[in-house]
């Protein structure tokens, strides 16, 4: 459009010119120093268009030529600019669709062009631990702090996130405690330093930072919740695990009352109380959990549990009936509870009424053990056996179960990988 609106006005100009000097109207004389130039009017206004035309184009080639270096330097960075976002990006997108030695490659490539290569070498150790490159991963890393030194709790966290992930808790742990000592209130040093008391099993570390976390809201109370009985239930192991029974009951006390009514919980105390020869303390907390509520493990544990009173136990346990009447687990709890009131008759018949419903191999034992009591050793035998079978066949279900897991995990990662288009078959 402008081409045509500047031919439009030569056209124009060119007509009126030669209109002017159709007419002649008139002539320009000119005179310095005793030399005279005579010409027209229309050669004179035209020649003047001429000359400032010419200059108009001389100062503008010149303005062009100081400036070219301006314009050359500021080319090179737009150009560096989109190297740098070119080599980055394809580089992230590697990386988010599982090709790391792409991604690595790319990213690299394009720590020359960047303005912040230390992005460039924080995702390129993300990419070199996923390969299993260590070594290059920690390189790329002390690289990243050599080029900010200032972004100390950036970079820190990175290495403590890719050491956590890579099993390197310790490791993750001394960094993150001299960044916690220079910034306690960050969010993510936190979040990092607890998973790394969970890797570790520093439970009171852990059981220590969870205030905070829970007061500054970081983490969801469900999550919140999750992790304090992760915590609890490390420390009534350890505890278990010293042989020291006071230990134990002092860890069980230390937690809250309201988690102490949680069946997991409950779960890990009574199967650790179940290493000492009296764990008869234990019978009234399973059997108030169990008037609020039901759970399978729960009514399994009170099965082993001697309370003081087992008659009054198995009194209470028979009255379940009522709610839970084809129960197997219930039934091989009762038939428990019977062997141990040397109720051997109905002991038979509680677990065989178990083994009816559900066949499992801890009936088949108890039943084993009664016959054996009951000097019918070839029932006995066949009990073991039965059970034996049944042990052999879950483990054989589990083993399947794991590999049908594991081949459907394969086959979708395929296929995520074929509608990406990163799947190397693909």
């Excluded at 002539?27 to 005579?38: A, L």
């Excluded at 590697?94 to 020359?112: K, T, Y």
């Excluded at 919740?225 to 350890?238: D, N």
């Excluded at 102490?260 to 179940?274: D, F």
Aim: a positive charge.
């Amino acid at each position: 459009m402008r081409v045509v609106l500047l031919i439009l006005f030569a056209l124009l100009f060119a007509a009126g010119v030669g209109i002017l000097a159709a007419r002649d109207t008139g002539t320009i004389v000119i005179s310095i120093s005793g030399w005279n130039m005579q010409t027209s009017l229309v050669f004179f206004v035209v020649l003047l268009l001429a000359l400032f035309f010419v200059a108009y184009i001389i100062l503008r080639l010149l303005s062009r030529l100081v400036a070219m270096p301006e314009m050359l330097r500021r080319w090179r960075g737009q150009r560096r600019q989109k190297l740098s976002e070119k080599y980055l990006v394809t580089g992230l997108l590697a990386l988010i669709e599982g090709r790391p030695q792409d991604a690595e490659d790319n990213l690299i490539r394009g720590v020359r062009y960047s303005t912040s290569p230390s992005i460039n070498y924080l995702c390129a150790a993300r990419a070199a631990q996923r390969q299993g490159k260590l070594k290059q991963r920690d390189h790329y890393l002390e690289r990243a702090s050599a080029e900010r030194p200032d972004d100390k709790v950036a970079i820190g966290l990175v290495r403590s996130e890719l050491q956590i992930n890579q099993r390197q808790a310790e490791m993750a742990l001394a960094t993150l405690t001299g960044l916690y000592d220079e910034h306690p209130s960050h969010r993510q040093i936190r979040l990092l330093l607890l998973r790394a008391y969970m890797e570790l099993h520093a439970w009171q570390d852990a059981l220590a930072l969870l205030p905070e976390i829970e007061k500054s809201k970081l983490l969801p109370g469900d999550d919140i919740q999750a992790m304090k009985v992760a915590v609890y239930t490390g420390l009534l192991q350890r505890a278990g695990a010293t042989a020291n029974r006071k230990r134990l009951d002092d860890a069980w006390r230390e937690i809250p009352r309201k988690l102490r009514r949680l069946p997991s919980l409950l779960r890990v105390y009574t199967l650790e109380k179940l290493k000492f020869a009296d764990a008869a303390d234990c019978e009234p907390l399973l059997q108030q959990f169990l008037h609020n509520d039901w759970d399978a493990d729960i009514v399994n544990l009170y099965g082993l549990v001697n309370g003081t009173d087992v008659a009054r136990q198995l009194a209470y346990a028979e009255n379940l009936l009522s709610v839970h009447p084809d129960n197997a687990g219930l039934y091989l709890t009762l038939g428990r509870l019977c062997l141990y009131n040397s109720l051997w008759d109905k002991a038979l018949t509680y677990l065989k009424r178990s083994l009816d419903l559900k066949p499992m191999p801890e009936t088949c034992h108890e039943l084993a053990r009664l016959r054996e009591k009951q000097g019918d050793y070839s029932a006995a035998s066949g009990y073991y056996q039965q059970g034996l079978a049944l042990a052999t066949s879950i483990a054989r279900h589990e083993t399947v179960r794991l590999q049908e897991q594991e081949e459907e995990a394969r086959a979708i990662t395929a296929g995520a990988r074929q509608v990406l288009g990163t799947d190397p078959d693909y």
